[in-house]
C-alpha cells in the first residue's frame, strides 16, 4: 500500500501556493528516515511574488500604529498556545525532536518572546528632542527598514521563525521567509497561522533550497537580509547583500568554551553540562560541546561526564524517557560520523562514538578527551552530540584555548570564585558569558556573537533595534 505523501505549499500574499513551476522537494522525517511530505522548490517568479507582496503590504502596514501591531502580535501568541499540539506535531515530524521536551522546552519561550516583541512594538522611540543648533530643533525618528528577507534554520524551525519574524512585525516591517528545505512543515502551519490574522501580504512563506534563499537575498526588494546558519552561509548571504548594499543580520555558528575551574562542583557541573551539551542531539550553536577542565580534577571530571553520557537516552520522539532525538538529515549524520572517524591517534572516545539503531539519523551522547588545540575536533563546529574535553593548568591557558577559535557566540565559566568568574566574564570573547550554568536564554537578553559567529543580535531591545533605521529631522524655528 502507497502512503500519499501530505502537500506542503508557499504562503504568498495571503494564499497557499505550489511553486510557479510546480517543483517539489521532498521532506524526510529523520527519525524513521522516510519521505512523509513534498514542499515547493521555489524559484524566480515565487519570489519575485512573495517580495511584490510584501513591497506592497509595506506601506500600509508600516502607518500602523504601535498600539495596532502589538495587538496583532498578542493575537498571534495566543493563538500559537491555542494551536500548541499542532505546532508540536509538525516541529517533532520535521526534526524527530521529542514530543515531551517541545511541548515544554520550545513552546513556553516562543509564546514569550513574541509577547516580548508586542511590548517592544510600543517602545520605538529615539532620543529626546533638543536644540543644538541655534534656532533649531532636532528630532529623532525609528522606522521600520521595509521589506526583510529572512532564512531560518533546521535545528530549531519553529522557535528561529520567531526569533525572525516577531522584531521584524513589531517594528513595521514586512516579511518572506524561507524555511530550511528539510524542515519546512511547521513554517507553513506557522504561515496558516499568522495568515488568519495578519493582512495580506505582511507575511509569506517560501519553500525551497539555498538557491531559492540566494534569489531572495539577491532580489532588489528587501531592505534587510537576515539569515541563520552557517558560516558559509552567511558569508554568501554578506556577499550578495553587499552589491546593492542591504542591511544584513548574521547568526552563524558557534563553538562555545565551557570552562571548568577546580573549585566546581564536579557532579552538579557535570549534570548540567551534559545536558546543555546533548540537548537537541547538540544541533544548538550554544551547546556545551567543548569543555576545559582544570588539569587538578580532569580525569575525575571526565570518568563523571563519560558515564552521564552513557546514561542519556536518544531515541523515538513519543518515548518520554529520551534527552534527544535523531540528527536533522544523512549529510549532518554522516557530518558527525566523519568528526570522530577522523580523530587522531592521541584523542579517546571515552562515550558513545557511533550511530543507533538502523532506522532514522540516531548518534550516540560522545565524549571525546586527549585532544589537542588544533585538532580538527576542537576547532570546527561539530553540530551533534558530541562533547570534547581539554584540559588547561591556569587562567591564561584556560583564556588562550577558550578563544582560540574563529567562532564567538557563546561560553561559560564554572567556578565558585566571584573574582575569577569577573575576571573571566570580562577576557572570554564571545557574545554570552554564563557563570555556573550554560544555555537558558530569555526574550530580555540578547543574542550573537562575535568574529565568525556573526553579527547583529537576536531578541531583546536590540534585536528589535535591528529591525529598525534611524532618521534625524532638524526643523527651523524661526519661521
Known sequence: MTTELRRLRNYIDGEFRDAADGRTIEVVNPATGEVYAT??????????AAM??????????????????????????????????????????????????????????????????????????????????????????????????????????MMMAVWKFAPALAAGNTVVLKPSDTTPASTVLIAEIIGS???????????????????M????????????????????????????????HLELGGKAPVVVFEDTDIAKAVEDISVAGFFNAGQDCT??????????????????????????????????????????NANQLKQVAGFIDRLPAHAKVEAGGHQVGDKGYFYAPTVVSGLKQDDEIIQNEVFGPVITVQSFRDEEQALDYANGVEYALASSVWTKDHAR???????????????????????????????????GKDLSAYGFDDYTRIKHVMTSLDV
Open 39 to 48: 514542499s515547493p522548490l521555489s524559484g524566480q517568479a515565487d519570489v519575485d
Open 52 to 157: 511584490a507582496a510584501a513591497a506592497a503590504a509595506f506601506p500600509a502596514w508600516r502607518d500602523t500604529t504601535p498600539a495596532e501591531r502589538q495587538k496583532v502580535l498578542l493575537k498571534i501568541a495566543d493563538a500559537f498556545e491555542e494551536r500548541a499540539e499542532e505546532l508540536i506535531a509538525a516541529e517533532s515530524e520535521n526534526t524527530g525532536k521529542p514530543l515531551e521536551l517541545t511541548r515544554t522546552e520550545e513552546i513556553p519561550p516562543m509564546v514569550d518572546q513574541i509577547r516580548f516583541f508586542a511590548g517592544a512594538a510600543r517602545m520605538l522611540e529615539g532620543r529626546s528632542a533638543g536644540e543644538y543648533m541655534e534656532g533649531m530643533t532636532s528630532i529623532v525618528r525609528r522606522e521600520p527598514v521595509g521589506v526583510c528577507a529572512q532564512v531560518a534554520p533546521w535545528n530549531y524551525p
Open 197 to 215: 490574522i495578519v493582512p495580506k501580504g505582511v507575511f509569506n512563506v517560501l519553500c525551497g533550497d539555498r538557491d531559492t534563499g540566494r534569489m
Open 217 to 248: 537575498v539577491e532580489h532588489p526588494t528587501p531592505a534587510m537580509a537576515s539569515i541563520t546558519g552557517s558560516v558559509r552561509a552567511g558569508m554568501q548571504v554578506a556577499e550578495s547583500a553587499a552589491k546593492d548594499v542591504k542591511r544584513v
Open 287 to 328: 551547546a556545551a560541546t567543548r569543555v576545559l577542565v582544570h588539569e587538578s580534577i580532569h580525569d575525575e571530571f571526565v570518568a563523571a561526564l563519560a558515564k552521564a553520557a552513557k546514561d542519556t537516552k536518544t531515541g523515538q520522539p513519543d518515548d518520554a524517557d529520551v534527552l534527544y532525538g535523531p540528527l536533522n
Open 421 to 455: 568568574a569577573m575576571r573571566m566574564s570580562k577576557a572570554l570573547d564571545f557574545g554570552c558569558v554564563w557563570i555556573n550554568t550554560h544555555i537558558p536564554l530569555v526574550a530580555e537578553m540578547p543574542h550573537g556573537g562575535f568574529k565568525k559567529s556573526g553579527y
